[in-house]
C-alpha cells in the first residue's frame, strides 16, 4: 500500500483551471478517474489528511501510486472527457452502473435477409432493433398477439434452413402466424416492409394501422365478405389491445424518462420509465456497488452519463425530458451535454408535485423491489456464500470455519420495554427456527452495554447448563448400554417392515434444549462498548472458544474485543455484504419484538394478575357478564358458568378482587389510540 505523501504532486503544481483527473497503481493501470472545477482545491483535498478520508476514498489513494491530470476549457469539456475516460479505462474505484438484465427486449433483427422477432436479454446485438423492455409475461403475449396482424418470421435460423430445404413451412406458417418467406409465399422485399410495419407499431404509432384496418373492414363488409371482415375485426382488437396495454400515465404528448433509486451502505439499484407520447413503452434497471463515496446527486451524474453516453443514434430518441430524483450538481452542463446528444433541448428536473411526482415513487418502488430481489439473489448463491464465508474468516483472522454465526441487537424507545435478538446463520443462510427473543428487566436495561451483556449471559450459561445436564445423563448407569442396543438394532434390521427390536430404556430422557450448540462468531450491532461487553460476558462464564465482533452501522466498521482501531472490510467485500445482512435481519427481528411488547404494555385491565387467567379466558369472562364490573360482584358458582372457567379459577378471580386486586386499574384501553376494550 503506497503512502499518499510519496506522490503527492507541490500544490503549486497544480492549475486552477477546470479538468479532469486520473490516478494509476503501481501497474500504471488508471483505478480512478474524476472531474473538477478546480483541479487544485480537489487534488488537495485528497492529500491534506488522508487519515480523514472516508473508507473507500482512503483505499483508493492508498493503493494510487501516482496522479496526472489535464486541464480543459469548460466544465462541459470536463464531462465529457471525465466520461470518455471512464468508458475506455473501466477504473475500479469509479461508480459503474451493472445493467441488471432481468427484463427481456422484443427485438427484430433487421440485419438478416429474413428479418425475424424474437425475445432477447443482454447485450445488444449490431443490426437489430429493440424495443421494450417487458416482463416475461407480458412480452410472450405482446409477440403472439402482434404476429397475427405481422405475420414475420420468428423461427431460428436451423427451421428456417430445414424449411426452404424441404419448400415446407413450419407450423405457424400453417396457422397464418408467418408469411412463409421461406416457401416463396412473401418476397424477401415484402416481408423486409412487414418487418419495418412491425417496428413503426412498436415505436407507438399505432394508430395509421387501426384506421387502414377499419377500412379494409368497411370495404369487406360492402362486399359481403364477412369472413374476411371477421378476421380483420379480430385483428384490430388485437392491435388495440397491445397499444392499451400501457395505460396513459401523464398527458397526451409527453416524453419523458423518469429515473430512481434506491440505495444501501453498498449498493444502489436504479430503475426508469420510458414515457413516449404519456404512456409507459419500456422499462430497465441497473444495479451499482457503491465503491466511491457518493451523494444520490453523483450517482445520478453518473448515471446519466453512462445511460445516454452508451447509446448510439439518440438524435430523436432521447426525450424533452429526464425526472430525476436529485439535481445533480452540474446539472446545467448535463442538460447542455444531453441537448447535444439529442439535438434539441434537454430539461433535467426533479418533480415535486403531481403526475409527475406520483411517477417518480413508483419507479422508486421498482427500484426498492430490484434491489431486495438483487440481495436474495445474492444471498440464495452458494459460491457466494462460500467466498464471503471464507474472506471474513480470513479478514479477521480467525482459526475456525464460521458454521454457525449468532448476531445480537437490543431495541427499545427511551429504555423502556427493552429486548434483544438472536438470528443465527448456518452455512451463509438463515435458520429461522433457532432465532430467540430475550425481555431485558431490571438493572440490566439501563443501556445498550448492559442489556447486551446480559443477553449474551443468559443464552452462554444455558448452553453451559444443557451440556452439563447432558453430561450427567450420559454418566448414568445402562446409559452406554442403550446406545449401542439401538445401533445394533438399526444394523440387524432387515427392512423398513421388520419388527423393531424393543430396547428397555432405564436411564432419564434428556431434557428438551433452548438452544442449539454454540457458533463459532458471536456478531453484535454496535461498535467497541457493545463488543467489550459481550466479550466480557462470555470470559465471566470461562468461554474461550466463541469468537466475537462488532459491526458499526455508521461506517460499517468491524470491531474486535479490546482493540483501538477496527477492521475495514472492502466496500464491494462479500464478508462484509454478509456481515451486514446478518446484522440487519438481528434488527428487524428485535424491532418485531419490541413493538409486539410495547403494544402488549399499552394495554391495562382490571383482570391483569389473575393467576391462570389469560386472554381467551378473559374474553370468555366479559363476554359472559358483560362488564368487570359485573365480573367483580359476581359470585364463584356464577363465574364457573363461563367457558373455560373451573371451580379454582373461579375462586382465584374472587380472591383477586377481595384483596383489592384491580381497584386502581382503569378498564382496558388500547394507550395508543385510546380504544375502550373493556367497560
Not at 416457401?183 to 387501426?210: N, Q, W, Y
Request: neutral net charge; glycine residues 8%.
Amino acid at each position: 500500500m503506497a503512502d499518499p505523501a510519496s506522490y503527492r504532486p507541490q500544490t503549486g503544481e497544480i492549475p486552477t483551471n477546470p479538468g479532469v483527473y486520473r490516478f494509476r497503481d503501481p501497474h500504471g493501470r488508471v483505478i480512478y478517474v474524476g472531474k473538477a472545477k478546480n483541479l487544485r482545491s480537489r487534488l488537495n483535498s485528497y492529500f491534506a489528511n488522508p487519515a480523514g478520508l472516508l473508507p473507500k476514498t482512503y483505499a483508493m489513494v492508498h493503493a494510487a501510486s501516482s496522479v496526472e491530470w489535464t486541464v480543459v476549457g469548460s466544465e462541459l469539456e470536463s464531462l465529457q472527457l471525465e466520461y470518455t475516460w471512464i468508458k475506455e479505462f473501466k477504473p475500479r474505484f469509479n461508480v459503474m452502473f451493472r445493467d441488471d438484465k432481468s427484463y427481456p427486449y422484443l427485438a427484430v433483427s433487421m440485419g438478416e435477409k429474413y428479418p425475424r422477432v424474437q425475445v432477447l436479454r443482454g447485450e445488444r446485438r449490431k443490426g437489430t432493433r429493440y424495443f421494450g423492455p417487458y416482463t416475461a409475461g407480458a412480452i410472450r403475449d405482446t409477440m403472439d398477439t402482434l404476429l397475427r396482424v405481422f405475420p414475420v418470421r420468428s423461427c431460428s435460423a436451423g427451421v428456417l434452413k430445414r424449411a426452404e430445404a424441404s419448400g415446407r413451412p413450419c407450423l405457424l406458417g400453417y396457422i397464418d402466424k408467418c408469411a412463409a418467406p421461406c416457401v416463396g409465399r412473401i418476397s424477401a422485399e415484402d416481408h423486409r416492409a412487414l418487418a419495418e410495419d412491425f417496428c413503426t407499431f412498436m415505436g407507438g404509432e399505432a394508430k395509421p394501422f387501426v384506421t387502414r384496418l377499419e377500412k379494409e373492414m368497411a370495404a369487406a363488409v360492402a362486399e359481403l365478405d364477412y369472413e374476411r371482415a371477421a378476421r380483420i375485426r379480430d385483428d384490430i382488437v388485437a392491435l388495440k389491445k397491445v397499444f392499451e396495454r400501457n395505460a396513459v400515465v401523464l398527458a397526451e404528448g409527453t416524453d419523458a424518462d423518469v429515473f430512481a433509486l434506491h440505495e444501501d451502505e453498498l449498493e444502489a439499484a436504479v430503475q426508469v420509465f420510458h414515457v413516449r407520447g404519456g404512456r409507459i413503452r419500456g422499462q430497465r434497471g441497473w444495479v451499482v456497488e457503491k465503491v466511491e463515496d457518493s451523494t444520490t446527486p453523483d450517482l445520478v451524474e453518473h448515471l446519466l452519463q453512462q445511460v445516454y453516453g452508451e447509446e448510439a443514434g439518440l438524435q430523436g430518441r432521447l426525450p424533452r425530458e429526464v425526472l430525476v430524483p436529485a439535481e445533480p450538481s452540474n446539472a446545467a452542463e448535463l442538460a447542455q451535454w444531453l441537448s447535444g446528444l439529442r439535438g434539441a433541448r434537454v430539461d433535467i428536473r426533479v418533480p415535486q408535485r403531481g403526475d409527475k411526482a406520483a411517477l417518480l415513487s413508483t419507479v422508486r418502488d421498482n427500484a426498492e423491489h430490484a434491489l431486495r430481489l438483487h440481495k436474495s439473489r445474492r444471498a440464495g448463491d452458494l459460491t457466494l456464500r462460500s467466498q464471503a464465508l471464507q474472506e471474513l474468516q480470513e479478514a479477521l483472522e480467525l482459526p475456525v470455519a464460521l458454521m454457525r454465526i449468532e448476531c445480537y441487537d437490543i431495541s427499545h424507545v427511551q429504555g423502556t420495554n427493552v429486548v434483544g435478538s438472536m438470528v443465527v446463520v448456518e452455512d451463509g443462510l438463515p435458520k429461522k427456527s433457532e432465532y430467540r427473543k430475550f425481555s431485558v428487566t431490571g438493572a440490566a436495561a439501563t443501556d445498550d452495554t448492559a442489556a447486551m451483556h446480559d443477553v449474551l449471559t443468559r443464552r452462554f450459561r444455558n448452553y453451559l447448563q444443557e451440556k452439563a445436564v447432558q453430561a450427567d445423563a450420559a454418566r448414568q448407569p445402562g446409559h452406554q448400554a442403550m446406545l449401542n442396543a439401538v445401533a445394533q438394532a438399526a444394523v440387524a434390521a432387515p427392512s423398513p417392515a421388520s419388527t423393531p427390536v424393543a430396547v428397555a430404556d432405564t436411564t432419564t430422557p434428556a431434557p428438551r434444549t433452548k438452544f442449539a450448540y454454540p457458533p463459532n462468531l458471536v456478531v453484535v450491532d454496535g461498535g467497541r462498548p457493545q463488543v467489550n461487553a459481550a466479550a466480557r460476558a462470555l470470559a465471566e462464564l470461562g468461554i474461550d472458544d466463541v469468537y466475537v465482533v462488532g459491526l458499526a452501522k455508521r461506517l460499517e466498521e468491524v470491531w474486535l474485543p479490546d482493540s483501538d482501531f477496527p477492521v475495514i472490510l472492502p466496500r464491494a467485500s462479500a464478508g462484509l455484504y454478509l456481515l451486514q445482512r446478518i446484522r440487519d435481519e438481528a434488527h428487524r427481528f428485535a424491532i418485531s419484538f419490541h413493538r409486539q411488547k410495547r403494544g402488549k404494555a399499552m394495554t391495562v385491565s382490571a383482570l391483569d394478575g389473575v393467576p391462570g387467567l389469560g386472554e381467551s379466558k378473559r374474553k370468555a369472562l366479559l363476554a359472559q357478564f358483560g362488564s368487570v364490573k359485573s365480573i367483580r360482584t359476581a359470585s364463584a358458582e356464577e363465574l364457573t358458568g363461563a367457558k373455560g372457567i373451573g371451580p379454582s379459577l373461579a375462586a382465584a378471580i374472587v380472591q383477586h378482587f377481595t384483596d383489592g386486586g384491580g381497584d386502581d386499574a382503569a378498564p382496558a384501553i388500547n394507550m395508543t389510540t385510546g380504544e375502550i376494550l373493556e367497560t
